[in-house]
């Protein structure tokens, strides 16, 4: 057994992925996720590492792709206005095929918005985010454990699958201090990377990494490879956690810290002998339509929770596609949802189920 | 028989895809020609940029990476950074560097990144069909200042080496003109100081070339030529800025 640590969420992601063997860092400050650029810019020079400090978030996703594109494990993070810069990054990075990891912290918005907590960049990370057709596999994690655990994860996915992989956390999850149980050994696989810019050696034909392709039969073919791939990732990549779910009447749908809310929410409402469940999706993209086949039989209505005004509320309909009533319970502007104001939801789908 | 002449090693044979006339193509064998030279080519990574050597990632044999309009300062920093013991150039237009990229430019510069930059200044936008560039003359016809450009409108042509040459991060710093074969030697000598100090991890240089439009300038080749020598030469001197060899 690892080390047992009290951390602050923000430092665990950058202690993770130190842990995964990530030794390249660029990022630009920005509230509240700078922990981890602290934490990087302490530790990277202990390790061999490279912390850099970039003049703009644009800048910093284009020192991520150069690493990645000479092999690198490498990761940039930052909260929802600077990932809106990255956005130009990321495309090229997913049309170059470079794995890379990116981190956001979310706050509220839109604009310069606040600096509390939200989830109201799901439809950018889940959706593509930047231009032309593309996923990213998107990781929420709910706890500082999760935080520790998909980080690590992040990698392995980014290389096994050259994209793009986004952390998805807002500033509650961030800024958390819980105990954190390490591993000894992390469960690092990465593959060889022979089509990386390190310089031919003279020892074989030069490598070119590019996003551009001008003859539209070949970026047609190009696209529909990527498409066939995130079929796969579909399939074989869904994760979520069902809660409480056997026998509920009504599920909650909530995923990073409103998940934490939710268990709550689950407490309070068996305490007035409500039955409710939880069903957590991890992966945002995929979504996790699987979960929603395990408890379709059972439950007679959802109630989706978000710090937002119902972004993943529309791929919980998509899924449901009627078969059941889908309700929605959101704050925005970094207010958090109450167990108070979600309970009496809770009564009113109860009381309309009854009547 | 004597080899008089060849392609250096460091450029594919494959036809390039310039207009005729176009400088483009000058320094493109320039920097092969130094790749060769220094044997470098093997431990050297290009970065493309977006305009009309987008594409040059094809060109050359060395690996090279494509960026996004004006990024390439800060994917060549992403690769040096990772691969220190590798030479790292960037290619890049005046309307790459010096409109959408000039962050990028100046912070790499400023941090003595230890690369190499290749400024090709033709004083337009080549690619997107002859558009007003930072550096466009005052009073030269543009698709966008249709009028020629005015100060008062438009502002006033930067002038990159003068800039950069005021920050302490650069190690060598030249503009030199690729008109005739006098400057084309030039060019080539400071190229190769350039990749020469960039090995020994001196900083940043650039070199700066002027360089020909035909197409967009409406003029041909050899009317190109004298453009460079008698109206962007007098607005954008010759010469060397910084040179980390000739200080204390
Ligand atoms: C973000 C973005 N904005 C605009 C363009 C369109 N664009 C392509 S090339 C170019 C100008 C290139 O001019 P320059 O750097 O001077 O290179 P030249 O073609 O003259 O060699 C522009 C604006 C683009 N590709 N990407
Ligand atoms: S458009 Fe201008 S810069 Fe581009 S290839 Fe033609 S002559 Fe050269
Ligand atoms: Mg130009």
């Known amino acids: ?48 590492g490279v912390f850099m400090q970039a003049e703009s978030e644009v800048a910093a996703i284009n020192m991520v792709y150069g690493a990645a594109a000479a092999g690198k494990r490498v990761m940039t993070s930052s909260s929802s206005p600077g990932i809106s810069l990255k956005q130009e990054g990321i495309s090229y990075a997913v049309g170059a095929r470079l794995p890379a990891v990116v981190v956001n912290i979310m706050r509220a918005g839109p604009g310069l918005g606040g600096i509390q907590p939200a989830q109201g960049d799901y439809f950018q990370a889940v959706k593509g985010g930047g231009h032309g057709d593309y996923k990213l596999i998107t990781l929420a994690p709910s706890s500082v454990q999760e935080l520790y655990e998909m980080t690590v994860e992040a990698f392995n996915l980014a290389d096994k699958y050259r994209g793009v992989v986004m952390i998805l956390g807002d500033g509650m999850l961030g800024q958390m201090m819980e105990v954190v149980q390490f591993r000894d050994e992390e469960p690092i696989s990465e593959p060889a990377k022979p089509w990386a810019a390190t310089g031919t050696g003279m020892k074989r034909e030069h490598n070119t990494i590019t996003s551009i392709h001008l003859d539209p039969s070949v970026l047609e073919h190009w696209n529909d490879e990527r498409q066939n791939q ?11 956690e069902l809660y409480n779910t056997d026998g509920a009447d009504v599920i909650l749908v909530a995923y990073g810290s409103v998940a934490r809310i939710a268990r709550n929410v689950i407490k309070a409402a068996e305490r007035e002998g409500i039955r409710l469940g939880l069903l957590r999706p991890i992966t ?72 | 028989m004597a080899v008089v002449a060849q392609r250096p090693h460091a450029l594919r044979d494959i036809p390039l895809h310039y207009c005729p006339g176009c400088t483009h193509g000058i320094s493109h064998r320039l920097v092969a020609e130094v790749l060769d030279e220094l044997g470098i080519e093997g431990e050297t990574i290009g970065i493309s940029p977006v305009g009309c050597s987008y ?25 040096k950074r990772s691969l220190p ?78 800039m950069l040459a005021t920050l302490q991060g650069p190690a060598y710093i030249e503009r030199v003109s690729l008109h005739d074969i006098k400057h084309i030697r030039q060019a080539k000598k400071a190229l190769t100081k350039a990749f020469r100090l960039q090995r020994e991890k001196r900083g940043f240089t650039l070199v700066e070339m002027l360089s020909t439009c035909p197409t967009n300038w409406g003029l041909d080749p050899v009317e190109s030529m004298n453009r460079v020598k008698n109206e962007v030469i007098p607005y954008y001197p010759l010469g060397v800025f910084v040179d980390c060899e000739k200080e204390g």
């Not at chain 1, 059972?298 to 078969?323: I, N, P």
């Open chain 2, 85 to 162: 013991d590798s030479v790292v150039f960037t290619y890049q237009g005046d309307g790459d560097l010096a409109a959408i990229g000039t962050a990028e430019i100046v912070h790499a510069a400023a941090r003595g990144e230890n690369i190499t930059v290749v400024f090709i200044n033709n004083t337009i936008y080549g690619m997107t069909s002859g558009q007003m560039a930072p550096t466009t003359l005052i009073s030269q016809v543009t698709t966008t200042s249709p009028y020629g450009r005015n100060a008062k409108d438009h502002g006033n042509p930067i002038r990159i080496c003068e």
């Open chain 2, 55 to 79: 594409n040059n990632y094809d060109y050359f044999n060395c690996d090279m990476v494509q960026a996004a309009h004006g990024r390439a300062p800060a994917v060549a920093t992403g690769v």
């Open chain 1, 230 to 240: 995130y079929r796969v990732i579909e399939e074989m990549e869904q994760r979520f």
């Open chain 1, 284 to 355: 945002l993209w995929p979504f996790p339509t699987h979960a929603f086949e395990h408890v379709m039989p059972q439950a007679k209505a959802f109630l989706v929770l978000e710090m937002s005004a119902g972004q993943m509320l529309e791929d919980v309909r998509l899924t449901v596609e009627g078969r059941r009533p889908v309700f929605f319970h959101g704050r925005m502007g970094g207010m958090i949802p109450t167990v108070k104001d979600i309970m009496r939801e809770v009564h009113e789908i109860i009381g309309t189920r009854e009547e």
């Open chain 1, 1 to 48: 057994m690892g080390e047992k640590l009290l951390m602050k969420g923000n430092e665990v992601i950058a202690e993770a992925a130190l842990r995964a063997g990530c030794r390249h860092y660029f990022g630009y400050p920005i509230t509240p996720q700078t922990e981890i650029a602290h934490y990087m810019a302490r530790r990277m020079p202990q390790v061999g």
